[in-house]
């Protein structure tokens, strides 16, 4: 059992930044894949970005390549989502959530546990 808090989250000027965190509790973070997903108003949810469980591979959706950076601490049981040059297109709730058994995994259905979100806002 894993239980993911994502903090972070805030309203930002359009070209800002933001790092989101998500904590995981257990003692088994290390082996699962973490990503990070989101869901705008009336939109479904959406893949952002993840990481392998050694932190040695990231994926990302293409509108958010070279300016999202997904990172990992093992030590501290935390994944992270530093966002750069934040359009308001990037407006969302934001959701970590933790995969097993999958390398790379960039659906839903590929994660079995998910935080509560945190709020971005993107202001133009």
């Known amino acids: 059992q894993v239980q993911l808090v994502e903090s972070g989250g805030g309203l930002v000027q359009a070209g800002g930044s933001l790092r989101l965190s998500c904590a995981a509790s257990?003692?088994?973070?290390?082996?699962?894949?973490m990503g990070w997903f989101r869901q705008a108003p009336g939109r479904e949810r959406e893949f952002v970005a993840t990481?392998?469980?050694?932190?040695?591979?990231?994926y990302y959706v293409d509108s958010v390549k070279g300016r999202f950076t997904i990172s990992r601490d093992n030590a501290r049981n935390t994944v992270y989502l530093q966002m750069n040059s934040l359009k308001p297109e990037d407006t969302a709730v934001y959701y970590c959530?933790?995969?097993?058994?999958?390398?790379?995994?960039?659906?839903?259905?590929?994660?079995?546990?998910w935080g509560q979100g945190t709020q971005v806002t993107v202001s133009s």
């Open positions: 959530a933790a995969a097993l058994l999958v390398t790379i995994p960039t659906f839903e259905a590929d994660y079995s546990y």
């Open positions: 257990g003692r088994t973070f290390s082996s699962y894949a």
């Open positions: 990481i392998r469980s050694s932190g040695g591979s990231t």
